[in-house]
Nanobody
Framework: QVQLVESGGGLVQPGGSLRLSCAASGSIFSINTMGWYRQAPGKQRDLVAT???????NYADSVKGRFTISRDNAKNTVNLQMNTLKPEDTAVYYCNARITTAGDTWSKTSTYWGQGTQVTVSS
């Protein structure tokens, strides 16, 4: 069983900062890409940022220069540092990871999601 648990959401004023964290736990053999997605009310879930196990990153245009994704492969964690936050960043943020689980004679790679954490940017 694999779980992704997020933390760090909350209410912040425009221009402020927040740091989101996500920890993967369970019977993990390896983790490939990890990332963050967000979903605002009435909208689809969109990519925010991803990072591969080798450290290559990808960002949505709307967050480039303001958000930074990082990961600790030894701890199976991924973080999202969000600076200069805007009201349009308000959304539920979800952690995502491609995780391989394995036994003696099998392996399986699946996509896992966290439960989501609310980020609200408002004065």
């Amino acid at each position: 069983q694999v779980q992704l648990v997020e933390s760090g959401g909350g209410l912040v004023q425009p221009g402020g900062s927040l740091r989101l964290s996500c920890a993967a736990s369970g019977s993990i053999f390896s983790i490939n890409t990890m990332g963050w997605y967000r979903q605002a009310p009435g909208k689809q879930r969109d990519l925010v940022a991803t990072i591969t196990s080798g450290g290559s990153t990808n960002y949505a245009d709307s967050v480039k220069g303001r958000f930074t994704i990082s990961r600790d492969n030894a701890k199976n964690t991924v973080n999202l540092q969000m600076n200069t936050l805007k009201p349009e960043d308000t959304a539920v943020y979800y952690c995502n990871a491609r995780i391989t689980t394995a036994g003696d004679t099998w392996s399986k790679t699946s996509t896992y999601w966290g439960q989501g954490t609310q980020v609200t940017v408002s004065s």
